[in-house]
């Protein structure tokens, strides 16, 4: 059974960081995709980023590219997402969620409907 927990969130200032964490259990492929999704109130939850973990590759929405890093150590099994900048549209409820490799390598790694497990969410708030 996998199990993703997600902590790290809360509240700054425009300009702020802030970094997530995900520490997943139960997982038992070797190749796999890990993601980062926000949800805002009344809109669709969105793809921040991704990466393929034993793929090496990483993905991220256009409005977070140079600001946000998506990385995860093997070690302790923990996808992390570094956000730099943060700007007041960064405000959302922010989930993990992981899947086989395929999600990755032939799909589109930011839909969330490529991912089956996900976390309960942490919530950012970024004020002006």
């Known amino acids: 059974q996998v199990h993703l927990v997600e902590s790290g969130g809360g509240s700054v200032q425009a300009g702020g960081s802030l970094r997530l964490s995900c520490a997943a259990s139960g997982y038992t492929y070797s190749t796999y995709c890990m993601g980062w999704f926000r949800q805002a109130p009344g809109k669709e939850r969105e793809g921040v980023a991704a990466i393929y973990i034993g793929g090496g590759s990483t993905y991220y929405t256009d409005s977070v590219k140079g600001r946000f890093t998506i990385s995860h150590d093997n070690a302790k099994n923990t996808l992390y997402l570094q956000m730099n900048s943060l700007k007041p549209e960064d405000t959302a409820m922010y989930y993990c969620?992981?899947?086989?490799?395929?999600?990755?390598?032939?799909?589109?790694?930011?839909?969330?409907?490529?991912?089956?497990?996900w976390g309960q969410g942490t919530q950012v708030t970024v004020s002006s």
């Open positions: 969620a992981t899947d086989n490799w395929r999600g990755c390598a032939l799909g589109n790694p930011l839909a969330p409907d490529e991912y089956n497990y």
